[in-house]
C-alpha cells in the first residue's frame, strides 16, 4: 500500500501575528497525535495545530478509507473527526487542544499513513450506492461472516465499557428572547431585544462571538470590535459560547447544549422562550468534481479561518475558484499571507475545476480552460447553505430561491419564531445589524418587551447555482458517497430525495447535511431532470448538532425511598427488595420462621409504601362509589371497607381498604405500588366526571409510616401501648377503623384488617415516629415473642389465605370476575368505572378464572409462570403465585385457569419450565388457611 | 384467476433456492407452454434430480415432484442481484434497472393497497407471488416506505406472549430468514439475539411466562442469569449495586435486526417484478360504496375502481376506516426514536428494558439506535420531545454507565395505530371488500411478511386463514382479546 505523501510544508506553517487571532502565544501547550508529540497555542484547535505542524490528514474515510484533511475548519468538518482520550468523534477542527491530550485519528487500520483498508478504493467501483444490498444474497449460512467484515468499516471512535461518566449538569432558563448564533445578525437581535427590556440568552457554537466577521478585513473586524463593546454595556444579555441551540420544541421550549463549562463536563441548559431569533448565519458548500476531496482542497472559509484566526498558512501555492465576493477576499488573503496565488478561477465567467490531482495530497488541478496547475492548496467559494434546522423543528418551511441558489426563509416565518442575518437575505455587515437589531426588538415585542421596530428589507442577492462540475466527485465526503452514486440511484428509481438519501446515505452520516444537503438536491436535480424546488427536500430533524449522552442524562436522578424504619431493617441486615421506588426489607433471614411467627405469636411489618390518600368532603361516598365496584353509601364511621377498582374496560387496576374516620373523612389505602397512578386516578375523576362533588384529595403515603401487627398476640401486644381505643373484640372488631395514641404517640390511625389472615392491627403512625412506634412495639412484645417479618413472610401467608395480588394473580385482560371478585362486584350499582364491561362480562362464561391449585406431588413447587396444560398439551392457564406453605407443608398456588376446567377436583398439568410435568388439584377455595376467616374475626 | 398453489410452491421455492441459486425470476404460468421445449437439462440435485426444461421466454425447473416456472424475458424479468453482477456493473458502467417502474394509473385493478409499507408492500407481492393475482395497485400519499416502516428500529422477534402471538411472528421470523433470497434483495436480517432484561420479580415472572409459552409453542427462548447476560453483553452493569439491578433476562437467540429500507424496496421491486403496480404520492380521498360492498377509490390523482381495499395505512388506519364508517379501537400514537454517532461495534445482541422504557441495539454502521414505549397521549405529530431523548440517555446510562461519551445524532418519530391489547387487526370488516391491515402499533414491522403472506391469501380465496384468525376485528366485540402488552409495550 503506498503511504501518504507527507506534505512539503515549510518548516513551520505558522504566520506572523495577525489581528484577530485567536491563539495565545504565550501559552505553548503539548498533546500527541497518534503518538507522536506535538505543541499548540492556547486557543488552537487539534486541527489548527496540527496543520501548523505540517500534518494535512486527520482521517480516512468511512468505505474507501480515503486520507482527509481539513475541509471547512468548523464543527461540522467531516474529515477532521477524532479520538480524543476515553472521547469519541471529536470535532477536531473545532476542539481546542488542553495541555496533555492524547489525540488519535479514527477509522484507520493499522495507522493513518499505511491504512490497508484502502485497497476499497481499487474496487471502489463495484461498492456503488446500496452495493450491500445487492450482493452477500448468497448463500445464506455465509451472511453472518459477511455482516462481521462490514461491521469492522463502520466509521467512529471507541468507547469503553468502564469509562468514567463524567459530570453533566442540567439548567432551567426562562427568559424573553432566544438568539441562536452570534454572528452580527445574532449579536444585533440580542440587542435589540435588550434594548426593549428583553431578557435574552445568546447563544454561539464557536468558542467566540462574532460569525463571519472573526475571520474578516479589518473593517469587519472593527464593527466586531463595537458589538462587542456594545454587548459589554447591555443589560439583561447572557452569552453562552462553545454551546448551541440544538432543538426547538413545541411552545418554544429550547434546548442549548453547553459544551464547555467550568466544573461540568458538559451541560443541557433547557431554556422555556418567549421568542426564539434563529440567526445560525450560511454554511458554505463544498464544491463537487473528481478529487473534490483530497486533503488540500478546501473552502474559502476555511481558509480564512486558518489564516486569521490561527495563522496558519493553509498551502504554500494555491489555486482558488470563487463565485462570490467573499471567495474573492479570500484569495486576496491568502496572496497577502504569503501564499502563491497560481491561478484564480472565476466562476462567474464560467471557469471551473474539473479534477483535482494527488497521491495523498493536491498536487495539481485540472481547470476547465485545459490548463493543469500545479498546487498544494485549491480554495473553493462556490456559494451557501442555509443551517435552517432550528426553523424547520418549528414547522416551518424553507423555500428554494433559484437566483440566489440557497434556501431561504422570511423574518417571521412562525408565531414566536423569527429569523436573521444569512438565513433571510444578503447585506453588508452593517445592513445584517440593521435587520438583526430589528427583528430582536420585534422577537422581543412578541415577548411582551416593548413595541417592536419597523423591519428593514433584507433578501438573497444571485448568485450562480454551482453544484458539480463536469467530473463526479464527493457529494457526502463522511458517507464517501459521491455524485455518480446519486446518478446512479436516481436512475433505479429511487428519484425522490427522501429515497435517494436513504439509499445512497448521503446526509445521513455526523453532519446530517449541513455541508452535503444542497449539493446533494443539485446532483439529483440533474439526474432526474426536475428543479431543486420541484424535488423539495429531507426533514432537518433533532438535534442541530450533536448532544452527549450525558449531557440529555445530566446528573443520575433515580431517587430512591426508604420507610422510617429503614435503620432498624439495615441494623438487622434485612434482604433488600426493589419494589418500584422503594427499598423493602424482604426478609431477616429466615421467611419461614416469620411465617410462624406471625402464625403462633406476633410478627410487625413495615407496610409504609401502601399508598394512603386522605379524602375529604361530603361527596367522598359518592366518588367512592364511582371508582370502586362494590358499595360505599352505608359505611359507617369508624367501619373499613375492602374496595377493588377497575379501569374502564373492567380490568381489575387496584385493591385496598377504605375507612370513614369521621363524617366527611376518609382514609383510603392503595397496593404500594398503585399509589402514584391511584392518585392521577382519583384526581383524574374529580376534575373531568367529578368535578361537581364536594371531595379533597390529600395523599398521605409518606406522611405515615404503617406497621401492621399480625397475629394471635397482637391484640395483647397494643393493649400494653395503645391508649383511647377500646381494643375489645366488640369494640374494635374486624374491619374497624379507630384513631389513638400508641406508645403516647397521639393521631395514630388504626384498622383491624388482615392480609395475612391472622389478627391483625394497621397502625398508621406520624412518620416521624415511625421508627420509635416500631421499637416500642417489639419492647414491649419480647415477653410475647414479637419480631419482624418482611416482604417474603407476607407473601407467604396472604398466600396460604388465598389473597390475590393485583397484577400478580390478574394481568392486563382479567376483569374482575375472573379475579374470583363476583362476591365484590355490585352491578345494581347505578353506575361505577368499567360496569358496562362487567355486566358484559356476567353475562357469559368463558373467561379464565381465578382458582387455587395444589399438587399432588408434595415435593414440588412449581415456579410461577409455569404454564398448565389441557389434553392435547394446549394452554390452559398458567400458576401466578407459587410457594411452600410452611402452615401447611405443602406447596400451594394460585393459577389462572380456562373455566371449563376451573371445578374444584379437576386435575390439571403443570409443565414446569424444566420440562416435567407434575399433576395438580383444582382446590375448593382460594384459602388453604382458615378459609372461614375465624382467625381473622378473633 | 390462476387457483392458489401456496403450499406447493413454497416446496417448490425451497428446491429452487437450494438448487437453483442463479434462477429468480419466478412466476406462476397460467397453463403449460405450447410444444416441446427447446432444451432439456438434468441436474443431479440431492436427494433427487432436477431438471431445467427451457422454451421461447419461459423455463421450467422441476425437482422430484415440485415444479417451478420462471419467466427468461419480458419487461417483468427482473434484474438479478449478485456479487457477479455487481462486478459486471463495476467493469461495464452498464446502468442498472429500476427497482419498480413508474406507470400511469389505470382506472380499474382488482385490488387497491393503501400504504405503500411493507404491510402493503408484502400483501401485494404475496398476493402476485402465491396467487397469480397481479393487476394490483399499491398507491401511497408519499413515497415506498415513507410511514413507520421506514422510521421503526427493525426489530425482528416471536417472543411474545399468547400463544396465538408467539405462533404468528414466528411465521414471520422464518420468512425473514429467507426473504434475502426470496426477493434477492439482500435485507441485512442478523439474527443477533435479544435480550428482555428484568429488574424486579414482577417482571422477572413475566419472563418465566414469555420463555414458557414461547417453548411449548417450539420458539426458542429462555431465562438467564446475570452472568450469562455479562457474557453476552459487556457493556451492561449487572453489578447488584445499581438502582436497577438486573435479575435476569428474557434471552431470545432467533431475534435480531433487519434493515427496514431494504425489506420495503425488496418487496416492492419483487412485487413490481411480477406485474404489481406501485404509485407514489397518491393519496386515498374517498372510498366509495354500494351498500355495504366496496366499488372503488378517490385519488388525488383520480377515481379508481376495484371491489377490494386493503387498510395498509398503520397511523392513519382509523382516517381511513372513517371514509367507510367501519369503527375500530385503534388510536395513533407517536412513537420516538433516536440514533446516536457511530462507533465500533461493541454492542452484538438487542437489549431491552421494560422497567426503563428502553431498548439499544447497534448497526452494522456503528450507530446506537434508541427506542422507547410510545408517546402516552394520541397525536398525529412527528416532531418528537426533548423529554424523550433525556429520558433516554439517562436510562441508557443507567444500563450501560460507560457511554455517556457518545452523543446524540436524530431523533424522530413515527404514528402508532395502537389497539387496546397490543395485538394487531387482521382480517374483514362489515364492509365487504374492506378489509384491514392495522393495528401495527409499535411491533408491526416484523410482521410484514406473514401479514402480507396471509392477508394475501384472504384477497384471493375469500377465507381469512387459521393463523390470523384470532387477530380479527370482532374480536373487540366478542372479548376476545389477544393480550400482549406484557411483551410489546416497550421492546418492539
Ligand atoms: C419509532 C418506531 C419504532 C418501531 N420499532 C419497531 C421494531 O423495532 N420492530 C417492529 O416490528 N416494529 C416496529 N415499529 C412498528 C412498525 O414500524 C410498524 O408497525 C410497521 O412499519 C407498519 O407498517 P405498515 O406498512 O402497516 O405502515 P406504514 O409503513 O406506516 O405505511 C403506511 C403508509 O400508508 C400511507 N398512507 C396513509 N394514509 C394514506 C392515504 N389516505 N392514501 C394513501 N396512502 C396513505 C402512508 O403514507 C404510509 O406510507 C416501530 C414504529 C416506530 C414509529
Redesign the pocket.
Known sequence: MRPVARRATPTSGRLGPRPGEVIDRARPLRFTFDGRPYLAYEGDTIVSALLAAGESVFSRSFKYHRPRGVLSATFFDPNCTVQVGEEPNVRGAHRRVRNGDVVSAQNVWPSLRYDVKAANQAVGRFLSAGFYYKTFIKPEPLWPAYQQVLKRFAAGGVVGADDPHGYYDHRYAHVDVVVAGGGPAGIAAALGAAEAGAAVLLVEEEPHLGGHLRYGGPEALRLLGELRQELADAKGIEVLTDSVATGRYDGNWIAVHQRSVPGATERLVKVRAGALVVAAGLIERPYVFAGNDLPGVMLSTAAARLVNLYAVRPGTRAVVLSANAEGDAVAALLAAAGVEVAATLDARRAETVVAARGHGHLSSVETSQGRVVEADLLVTATGWTAPTSLLNMAGVRPTYDEAAARFVVGAEPSPGVFATGGLVGDASPEGLVAHGRAVGARAAAAAGCGKGAVLPELSPGPHPALFRSTTHGFVDYSEDVSSKDVFQAAAEGYDSPELAKRYTTATMGPSQGKLELVNFLGVLAEATGRSIGELGTTTWRPPYAPVSLGALAGRPHEPVRYSPIQPYHEAMGAKPLVAAQWIRPDHYGDPDAEVRRVREAVGLIDVTPLGKLLLVGKDTPALLNQLYVNKWSALRVGAVRYGVMCAEDGVVFDDGVCGRLGEDRYLMSTTSSGAGAVWEWVERWLQTAGRHLDVYVTPLTTAYASINVAGPASRTLLSRLVEGVDLAPEAFPYMAVREGSVAGVERCVLWRIGFTGELSYELHVPAGYGLFVWESLLDAGSDLGVGPFGIEAQRIMRLEKGHLIVGQDTDGLTQALGAGLDWLVKLDKADFVGKPELVWQANREDYDRLVALVPTDERTVPPEASQLLGIDGDIVGRITSSRHSPTLRHPICLARLAHHLATPGTVVRIHLPDGRDVPARVAETLAAYDSEGVKLRA | MAEPAATFLAEAVHHQWTAFPELSNLCYVHGRPAGSPAATVTVPVRPERAELRVWEGIEMVKVGRAQVWRRTSGAAAPHRYSAASLVRHGLTHEPWPRVWRQVPLRPAYDAVI???????LATAYHLAKDHGITKVAV????YV????????????RSNYLTPEGVRFYDRSVKLYEALSAELNFNVMFEQRGHLTLAHNDSSLRTMVWRAEVNKLVGVDSSVIGPEEIKRLVPYLDTSTETRYPILGALYHPPGGTIRHDAVNWGYARAADALGVEIHQG????AISTTGDRVRGVVTSAGEIATPIVVN?????AS??CDMVGVSTPVVTHP???AVTEPVKAFLSAVVVSGSLHVYVSQTDRGELVF?ASTDPYASYSTRGSLEFTEELASHVLALMPGISKIRLLRQ?????DMTPDFSPIMGITPVEGFLL??G?????????PASGEAMATLVATGKTPELIAAFDLARFAEGRLVGEKGAASVG?
Open positions: 393503501v400504504g405503500a409499507g411493507i404491510h402493503g398507491v401511497d400519499r408519499g416506505g415513507g410511514g413507520n416502516s421506514g422510521r421503526n428500529t427493525a426489530i425482528v397518491v393519496e386515498v380521498l395498509c395505512t398503520a397511523g392513519h382516517l381511513l412513537l420516538q426514536a427506542g424522530w418519530a413515527g404514528l402508532c391491515d392495522v401495527w402499533g409499535t411491533y408491526g414491522f416484523k410482521a410484514g418492539h
